[in-house]
């Protein structure tokens, strides 16, 4: 009973964040064309170019971080590798773009320097988290660890002697 109720729990996880990412991603669309056609009929070429770049950004990250969460979490693979430095580069790019985009509008230089600042800050936060923290997840220690532990569970099955014969009704 239990498989199954979680087996239901995970599927309407499942559709729950897909119909999430789906609404997102409708009205992510809807207001990157308004502001398109909005920049072209102003000639605004820089800001256009910008929605343009951030839009395919946004999706190609997306697009990288699940395919990333499908991969076993111990792997340690190249293609794991470069999912990750592609969600760090993809992150990081849309920060700057978005830094060098809006930073001239600020009244005083020090605002536009203290957002290109807290953008710095967060690509490298973001890098050690990726490329750093993430990588030792899957080192030697800890697979040997997660080895230990499951030895640990069989000795105790094994300590309790299940025999294949036991039924509930011969111990009644």
Not at 8 to 31: G, K, P, Q
Request: glycine share 4%.
């Amino acid at each position: 009973m239990s498989h199954n109720t979680t087996t239901h729990r995970t599927s309407n996880n499942r559709e729950f964040s897909s119909f999430f990412l789906s609404i997102t991603h409708l009205l992510l669309a809807s207001n990157c064309i308004g502001t398109m056609c909005s920049a072209y009929s102003r000639s605004d070429y820089a800001l256009l170019f910008f929605i343009v770049f951030a839009y395919s950004a946004f999706l190609l990250l997306v697009r990288c971080i699940l395919a990333y969460q499908k991969l076993p979490p111990h792997e340690k693979s190249i293609k794991k590798n470069l999912l990750k430095f592609a969600i760090w580069f993809l992150y990081s790019s849309i920060m700057f773009g978005v830094v060098f985009q809006f930073g001239p509008y600020f009244p005083h230089p020090g605002y536009g320097l203290s957002l290109f600042f807290v953008a710095t800050i967060s690509s490298a936060l973001v890098f050690y988290v990726c490329m750093i923290v993430d990588g030792r997840s899957g080192c030697d220690e800890c697979e040997r660890e997660e080895k230990r532990k499951f030895s640990h569970c069989v000795e105790k099955v094994n300590e309790s002697k299940i025999e294949r014969c036991d039924s509930v009704l011969e111990k009644v």
